[in-house]
Each structure stands twice: as C-alpha cells, then as structure tokens.
C-alpha cells in the first residue's frame, strides 16, 4: 500500500455537495428500542450520541418505518406526522455533540415481513414460507406517498439525508427481485419492477428540491435465493449483476449521490447480509460487488462498501493470509485506494465500539474493542429484545442473560 491506511481511513470525502470527515460509515442497525409512539427513547439516544462522539463520517439512522400498518418489529422507530417533533429534537441533539457527523434516515416499509403478530403482512407475490395479503397497484400508490410524507419529515427534522431502502427483503428489494413476476403495474419485466424505485426517487427528490439533501439506497447485489435480485430469472439463483447495475445507474440519473452495496435477504439468507464466524471469507463478495457497482458509475458517486465487521484485526479466521494484511484497516484502505470502494461501513463493528473513528486519530488503535462475530446482537433482534452489543456493554450482556432464561422457562412451560 502506498500510503498509510490511517491516511486513507480518516481523509475526507464529499457527496454530493456535502463533506464526510472520514471514510467510516455506520451502517443502519435496528436495535427495537423505541417508545410506544415509535420515537427514540433513552437509549436509542444514547447510542447514536456515542457514535456521533465517535466522530464516523456518516451515520444511518436505522430502518424506520414508514408506517405502523405493516412492520416487522414492535418497538421500531417510525416516521410519521406524529414523529416529526421528537424526531427534530433528537437531531438536534446529535448535531450539538458533534455538527460535523452526517446521519441519513433508512426508510422502510416491511412488505411481506411485517410481522402478522401485530402488523398486516402484505406481498408483491407470496414468496414460500412468508405470503401475505396480495398488494394492489393502489396500495402501492399509498405506500409511495407514506415514503415521501417520510421524507419530509427527515427533511424538517434537520437530517442530511435518505436511504430509500431497497435490500434484505423488505418491500423496496421484494418489488425489484425477478421473483416478482406477476403481470401488474410493478411486476414481470424489468420496467414494470424498476417502476417503484425509479418513480420513488423522482417524488422525493420533487417534494425535497434541495440538492444539499442527500438521497441514495442500500441495495442487496445478490439475495442468494432463486428468483432474489440480482439472479438471472424467477426460478433461478445463479448470479447476474444485469438488473442491479441498471438500478444503481437509473437511480443515479435520478438523483442518487451514494450507494450501499449490501446482499442477501437477512431472514432467509443471514450469512450473505453478515458474514459469519463460520464463513468470514464471505465478505470478499461484498468487495467484489462494490468493485462492479464502482465501475458504471460516475466518479462522484460514493459507493459504500459493506461486511468490513468481519475483517477486525486481522483475527478472523480468514486463513493464508499474513495477520496484517487481513485487517479491516488494511482491506478498507487498499480498497478505497485502488478505487473499488469510496467509503467502508461498520454494523456489528459499530455496536462493539462506537468510538472507533475517534481511537484511530487520537492514535488509540490498541484500544478498540473488536467484534468477536458471535452475534448474540443478531440473537436479541430475532427475539426482539432491545439491541446492543452483548459482550462489551454489559446492559446488553444482561439483556440476553435474561431473555435467554425466559425463554427458557417459556419452554419449559410448553414441555
Ligand atoms: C442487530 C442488527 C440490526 C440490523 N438492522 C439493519 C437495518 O435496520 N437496516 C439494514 O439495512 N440492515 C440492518 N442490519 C444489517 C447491517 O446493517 C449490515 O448490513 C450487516 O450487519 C453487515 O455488516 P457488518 O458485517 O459490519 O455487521 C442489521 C444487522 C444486525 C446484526
Ligand atoms: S454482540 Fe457479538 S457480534 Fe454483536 S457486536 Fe458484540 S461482539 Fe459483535
């Protein structure tokens, strides 16, 4: 490597017409810990104030839902009218510890994984073992305008920008995928699938008109399943980057300034979205997408490379590497320098140490906390519990000793 990868890590760049401070990227985390109304409670504002002190480049708030009538988790945040004071409030908070941090909202709406406890569950086409109510082109005409309301909303609260989500099998990924293929407005071929996410950007982008707001998309390259986005067909799980290259270049004619590259559908194919222990190797896809994504776009775009948690210090059982060469510092910043990867982004990394960015410039490298991939966080958000991480803050660690002990005794109680 050329130049240092401290240089690299913590050298600044912009989107669109703003500036990121460093190349560090907190991706969006949904940690169930919202209030009754789907505001922050205390601790989502703690943990977003830590990552702000933390002093990443940009900061995703996480999936917040667009509407209370189809969601996939009880305690999740949520953006509507009866948000939007809390909302500003919280950002202005954020932006009083650090101003120099950006933060974009990851709008969702959950489809066919909204959650039938406490939700309708609804589906462009029911997928095997998940299903819903049948969405109807009107339905979908409402949902359109619960993400542009949602938008505004953001907008006013002072955020930088949107995510519109279109990755890990919520709504935005269910409509794009080729399993999509039922004949109606947004179903079949590539231009009645694209229709919702290139008529989507065009709203928000009229109803904002400020180009200093920033709009892109986390986008699953490859779900992993027959008929997910980015296989060649219906019925087939052999990749072909056609469809999500053609998104990502749509999109950028219509306004994109960043993309997240991301894969995988979390509930049916988890170790694509997040490498694992078992298969860290994995990761190398992501790069590999990111790497493709690089090559259509415009150089000003920012594409964000993700599943850097994996890389840690280098211990991470990817073999026949030297240690020092398999670190997340060291792949982030060869990376970013042969320009497959503008910026590198931390989930479960995020969760271990907030204050990451911070420990680097202030040369504190021994310091950080590493993520040990044993996703215990990853456990908490399948049984909805609140969401940190388990093993280096110790209300969390507390969190799971407990939630595993109920459902122990639960079940017991059903034996
Ligand atoms: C507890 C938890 C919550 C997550 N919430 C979201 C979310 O709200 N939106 C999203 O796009 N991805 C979500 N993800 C996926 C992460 O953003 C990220 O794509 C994935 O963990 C890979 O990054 P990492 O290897 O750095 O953890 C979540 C993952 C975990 C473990
Ligand atoms: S709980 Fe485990 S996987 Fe999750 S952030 Fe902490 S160390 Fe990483």
Redo the contacts with the bound molecule.
């Keep these: 490597m050329k130049q240092n990868y401290k240089d690299i890590l913590l050298s600044p760049i912009k989107i669109g017409t703003r500036t990121c401070q460093n190349r560090f990227f907190v991706?969006?985390?949904?940690?169930t810990d919202a209030d009754q109304d789907g505001n922050p409670s205390e601790l989502t504002i703690q943990r977003y104030e830590n990552l702000f002190k933390g002093g990443y480049g940009m900061v995703?708030l996480?999936?917040i839902t667009v509407t209370d009538e189809s969601r996939s988790r009880k305690q999740q945040l949520s953006i509507m009218p009866r948000n939007a004071a809390k909302l500003r409030t919280f950002i202005q908070g954020l932006k009083k510890i650090n101003p120099n941090v950006l933060i974009v909202f990851?709008l969702?709406h959950s489809g066919e994984l909204s959650n039938p406890e406490f939700s309708k569950r609804v589906t462009v086409k029911p997928l095997p073992g998940f299903g819903g109510e049948l969405l109807q082109e009107d339905d979908v005409e409402k949902i359109m305008e619960e993400f542009i309301t949602a938008a505004s909303i953001a907008y006013d609260a002072g955020a930088d920008g949107v995510d519109l989500?279109l990755?890990?099998g919520y709504l935005g990924s269910q409509i794009i995928r080729p399993y999509n293929d039922r004949k109606w407005k947004y179903g079949g071929s590539w231009d009645n699938r694209s229709r919702f996410a290139f008529d989507l950007y065009e709203r928000v982008n009229k109803k904002i008109n400020d180009k200093n707001f920033l709009i892109g998309s986390?986008i699953s390259m490859w779900e992993g399943f027959p008929g997910g986005f980015g296989t060649e067909g219906p019925d087939s799980p052999i990749i072909d980057l056609t469809e999500p290259l053609d998104l990502i270049k749509g999109l950028e004619d219509r306004g994109a300034q960043y993309f997240?590259e991301?894969g995988g559908s979390?509930s049916i194919t988890t170790a694509i979205?997040?490498?694992d222990k078992n298969a860290p190797y994995f990761?190398f896809l992501h790069n590999t997408w990111a790497k493709e994504i690089k090559k259509v776009v415009k150089p000003e775009t920012v594409i964000i490379g993700?599943?850097?948690?994996?890389f840690g210090d280098g211990n991470n059982g990817i073999l026949a590497v030297e240690k020092e060469n398999n670190s997340m510092f060291h792949y982030g910043a060869k990376f970013i320098e042969e320009g497959k990867v503008d910026m590198i982004?931390?989930?479960?990394?995020?969760?271990a140490d907030p204050f990451l960015p911070k420990k680097l410039s202030e040369g504190k490298e021994n310091e950080i906390s590493w993520?040990t991939l044993c996703?215990n966080?990853?456990e908490?958000?399948i049984r909805q519990r609140t969401?940190g991480c388990c093993t280096y803050n110790k209300y969390y660690t507390d969190v799971l000793v407990n939630t595993r002990k109920e459902c122990g005794r639960l079940k017991q109680k059903h034996t």
């Design positions: 991706q969006a985390m949904e940690c995703t996480e999936a990851q969702t989500k990755c890990h986390k997240v991301s979390p979205t997040q490498a990761a993700s599943n850097f948690s994996v982004a931390v989930g479960r990394q995020s969760f993520c996703d966080c990853l908490l958000l969401i």
